[in-house]
């Protein structure tokens, strides 16, 4: 009996090409799978970024409004005529009005003003101040009645005349040198003509402020930013006890 040989089937097409989708399709689960870890990772850091920006900000907005709250209870218990707070700027009221032309200051209001200054930095020395605080800006201001350019300067005269009287080192109530080196380190002066003049007041125009200003929270918060906003120790200024005023009174 002759025996035929079997006919072996020809593979079907699509039983060929089944392993090759299958591990294809697991691949493609594989990278989707991989691609939802990364990106609930990346969430994760950024929620956990954003919590931690919102913590330095809600930080530093509690150290400065402490700063504030000490020297607005400094104003309160001063018992000084128009020493007040009002923003960030420090208000003397007559302690800091000259008169018409003038950049001097009488020698009682010198005295008042060298008796208080001493507590005000006792106040940037707190650790809710220093923190923060970047400096602090003297800032003298004109009546409108001369030109821009003279009152200009007859502002920065008063500024400067301000800090004249805080470095005094001749004077019988002088600051102590720990002081004096401070106000040099922190205090910025600055002048401004018609910018700040007070309508139908001339008198309480004539006058000087003290603004503080504190350092941004995005660049500092977390101690990766630079620059003269995040030092944490100002630079050191060579030291002298010159006690001649450069401003010329009149």
Known sequence: MLLTPSRRKPPRHDEAEKPFWISFSDLMTALMVLFLVAMAVGLLGMTQSLRQQDQAKAGRQEAIGQCLADVQALTRASGLNGLRLRGQTLEFGTLAEFSKNGNTLAPERERALRALMPQVLDITRTPSCQAWLKRLVLEGYAS?????????????????????????????????????????????????????????????????????EFKDAGRCDSGAGSGSDCATTPAPIPWDDDTQCPVAAR
């Open 144 to 212: 409108p009645e001369g030109s821009y350019l003279y009152n200009l300067n007859l502002s920065l005269e008063r500024s400067q005349r301000f800090l004249c009287v805080l470095l005094d080192a001749s004077a019988a109530d002088a600051l102590p040198r720990a002081d004096r080196q401070a106000i040099r380190e922190l205090f910025l002066v600055g002048g401004s003509s018609f910018n700040s003049a007070i309508l139908n007041q001339p008198e309480k125009s004539r006058r000087v402020e003290l603004r503080l």
